[in-house]
């Protein structure tokens, strides 16, 4: 396994009333939510990241404000045309 280092003033922990290991645990997970949310990584790569179950992972998104159902622009331009082909042949 890989390891990143951020550097950060020692000040921020004092500003954020954290300690050292949870501004680490929350960063780790503030970083997983954001590749997820953006469709870089699975829900699954992401709880790897976060160094949690998946379950938890996905308990813990909507915290964060983000959905666990991600849909890209073409799904939901498909769905939107499936919905109107469905509606269309009801009403004839």
């Excluded at 050292?20 to 997983?32: G, K, V």
């Excluded at 799904?75 to 004839?92: F, G, I, T």
Aim: glycine fraction near 6%.
């Amino acid at each position: 396994m890989k390891t990143l280092s951020i550097p950060y003033p020692e000040s921020l922990l004092g500003s954020l009333h954290v300690s050292e290991s949870e501004f680490e645990r929350e960063a780790r997970m503030a970083m997983a939510v954001k590749l997820f949310d953006t469709g870089r990584l699975s829900s699954g790569q992401a709880a790897e990241l976060a160094d949690m179950p998946r379950v938890h992972f996905l308990y813990e998104l909507g915290r964060w404000g983000v959905s666990t159902m991600q849909t890209g622009e073409e799904d939901l331009e498909s769905d939107l045309n499936v919905a109107r082909a469905l509606h269309d042949s009801h009403q004839h």
